[in-house]
């Protein structure tokens, strides 16, 4: 496998959460690959400092509030390396990326969207299971110390599933993963972070723009405001990410700045 195929593991890898054939399948590449080597150690580092910054900022009552609540989801079962449908969405996402190439999507993006695809194919893709947008804000909060809005989507019968906290590029990103029916939707937001809209499609949707473009089966909705970037990453239909896109831009435009 080369660097393009393995590099969405490497973060699982890192947080211990790859089953023992996909470990297998990694450890045998970083014994040939000082970048992907590297890009471990930096994904150990960027853990250890968020956790460093949690020992030293959180406050003891809203540490106590974030400990009750933690369900931090049993180590995963062995998940069979890239068996059926996950070789399949691997490779398209591999092409997909390379077929891009020359009307390509925002880096940014393509990153998530390899993110959302390698999270998915681990058993839980979440760091911190919660069904409840309130208790996933205060773990957001502590851990990245800012706000991350937490739409309700289950009028739509979309239901929240839990949070991570992702790496992307060093900038630590906020995961929030939902599922209707069988379908995950991802949404990301990266703070201080504006994503160009490269070569993507705009759409126009209740009065305000978004960006679209379509990689390795899923479609991703991106736009940025004055603090933060986000993507909504998901194979739901179009319709359905922009109602959840412009749901999570009202909330944010009521909510008071943290
Ligand atoms: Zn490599």
Do not use: N
């Not at 580092?45 to 956790?51: P, Q, S, T």
């Not at 991350?148 to 900038?171: F, H, Q």
């Not at 972070?193 to 899923?218: M, N």
Request: charged fraction near 25%; hydrophobic fraction near 45%.
């Amino acid at each position: 496998m080369d660097c393009a195929e393995i590099r969405p593991y490497l973060e699982p890898y890192a947080d211990g959460e790859l089953g023992v054939d996909a470990v297998v399948a990694v450890d045998s590449h970083l014994a040939e690959c000082a970048g992907c080597r590297e890009q471990v150690a930096r994904h150990r580092r960027f853990r250890e400092l968020l956790r460093r910054q949690l020992r030293e900022t959180a406050a003891p009552e809203l540490r106590a509030r974030v400990a009750g609540a933690v369900r931090r989801e049993a180590r995963r079962r062995v998940t069979p390396w890239m068996a059926g449908a996950a070789a399949a969405a691997l490779l398209a996402l591999v092409v997909g990326l390379r077929a891009l190439a020359p009307s390509s999507p925002p880096a940014a993006v393509a990153e998530l969207v390899a993110k959302h695809v390698a999270f998915s194919r681990i058993d839980s893709p979440v760091e911190f299971a919660a069904t409840d947008g309130a208790v996933l804000r205060d773990w957001f909060r502590e851990r990245l110390r800012v706000g991350v809005t937490v739409p309700d989507y289950t009028p739509a019968g979309i239901r929240l599933l839990g949070g991570r906290i992702a790496d992307t590029d060093g900038r630590p990103a906020a995961y929030l993963l939902y599922e209707k029916g069988r379908t995950l939707m991802s949404v990301f937001m990266v703070p201080g972070e504006v994503f160009a809209p490269g070569r993507a499609r705009t759409l126009s949707y209740h009065g305000a723009t978004y960006y679209e473009v379509d990689l390795a089966g899923q479609r991703a909705v991106f736009w940025s405001d004055r603090d933060a970037s986000f993507g909504l990453i998901s194979a739901l239909d179009e319709d359905a990410l922009l109602e959840c896109a412009d749901r999570l831009r009202a909330l944010r435009a009521a909510e008071p700045r943290a």
